[in-house]
C-alpha cells in the first residue's frame, strides 16, 4: 500500500510542502500526483499482481496533527535537519496553520497491489 497527500489539490498541503522546500531544499519527496502503481522489482521473480487498486482517499486532520505529519516526514524529521532548523520550520509552519481552519481535510491518493506467490 502507498499513501500520500496530493499538493496540488490542497492549498493546505501545497503551501506546507512550499515550507518544507524553503527549510530543506534538497527534499525530493514534494510534488506527488497519482503514480501509476507498479510491481516491485524484488518482487517480480516470486510475486504476481493478483488485484491492483487506487483511489483518493480524504483524511481529517487537526492544525496540531497537520503539523506533526508535516514534522514526520523525510524533509524536516528522520534525521533531515538539525534540531534548530526543524525549529525554525515548526514556528514558520504553526504560523501559517493558525490561519487555517482548526480541522480540515487533506486529499491522500492510496495505491494497494495484492500480491500472489508464484
Not at 503514480?35 to 504476481?48: G, M, N, Y
Not at 534525521?79 to 490561519?99: C, G, K, Q
Request: proline content about 5%; overall charge negative; charged content about 30%.
Amino acid at each position: 500500500m502507498f499513501m500520500a497527500w496530493l499538493p496540488d489539490e490542497s492549498e493546505i498541503a501545497k503551501r506546507s510542502e512550499e515550507l518544507v522546500l524553503k527549510h530543506n531544499p534538497a527534499w525530493t519527496g514534494g510534488g506527488l500526483r497519482r503514480p501509476i502503481p507498479v510491481t516491485p522489482d524484488w518482487s517480480k521473480e516470486l510475486f504476481a499482481v493478483d488485484r491492483s487498486e487506487v483511489y483518493d482517499c480524504s483524511v481529517t486532520f487537526t492544525r496540531d496533527s497537520w503539523h506533526g505529519r508535516m514534522i514526520a516526514c523525510r524533509g524536516i524529521g528522520a534525521s533531515s535537519l538539525s534540531e534548530d532548523e526543524i525549529a525554525r520550520f515548526s514556528r514558520e509552519h504553526t504560523e501559517y496553520l493558525s490561519s487555517r481552519p482548526e480541522q480540515f481535510e487533506i486529499l491522500h491518493y492510496v495505491s494497494v497491489l495484492n500480491l500472489r506467490k508464484k
